[in-house]
C-alpha cells in the first residue's frame, strides 16, 4: 500500500474500539467475573463488539475497494496490480484529498509545489533531449 493511499482501518476507527469495545468488553468480563452476569451476556456481548468493529471494517472496505481510492492491490507476491481501468492522475488525487479532509492546507500546498516543479523538470528534459541528440550525430562525425 503506498502512501498515497488510505487506510482500511485509521486511527479513529482503532481508537474507536480501543476506547469503547474493548472497555465494554473488560467491564462485562468484570461483571460476569463478581457473579452480576451470567456468561451467556458476557459472551454474548464480547461477539457482539467484534462483530460490530468487523462490519463497520468491511463497510470500509467495500467503499474504498468501489470508490476507485486505492487503485492498486497487491498480489500474494507483492506486486501491485492495478484494479481499475484508468489511473487517476497524481494532481486530481491531490485535490481529491484535500477537499476530502485527508491533508492540510500546508500539505497540500507543499505537494502541488513539488508536483509542478516535477512536470517543469520533466518538460525541460524533453526539450533539451533533442539538441543532445543532434550534438551526439555531430561529436561522431
Not at 58 to 83: E, F, P
Not at 95 to 104: L, M, Q, V
Amino acid at each position: 500500500m503506498s502512501d498515497d493511499s488510505p487506510r482500511l482501518v485509521t486511527g479513529a476507527m482503532l481508537g474507536t474500539f480501543l476506547a469503547f469495545g474493548v472497555d465494554l468488553v473488560v467491564i462485562v468480563a468484570a461483571l460476569w467475573y463478581v457473579g452480576r452476569v451470567s456468561a451467556t451476556v458476557a459472551a454474548g456481548t464480547a461477539v457482539g463488539v467484534v462483530v460490530v468493529f468487523s462490519l463497520w471494517v468491511a463497510v470500509r472496505w467495500v467503499r474504498l475497494r468501489y470508490s476507485g481510492v486505492g487503485n492498486a492491490d497487491d498480489d500474494a507476491d507483492g506486486t501491485a496490480t492495478a484494479t481499475e481501468p484508468a489511473e487517476e492522475a497524481p494532481l486530481d488525487r491531490l485535490k481529491r484529498r484535500y477537499a476530502d479532509g485527508e491533508i492540510s492546507d500546508e500539505e497540500f500546498e507543499r505537494r502541488v509545489d513539488r508536483l509542478l516543479d516535477a512536470d517543469s523538470r520533466a518538460e525541460s528534459a524533453t526539450r533539451r533531449e533533442p539538441e543532445r541528440e543532434g550534438e551526439r550525430e555531430f561529436e561522431s562525425k
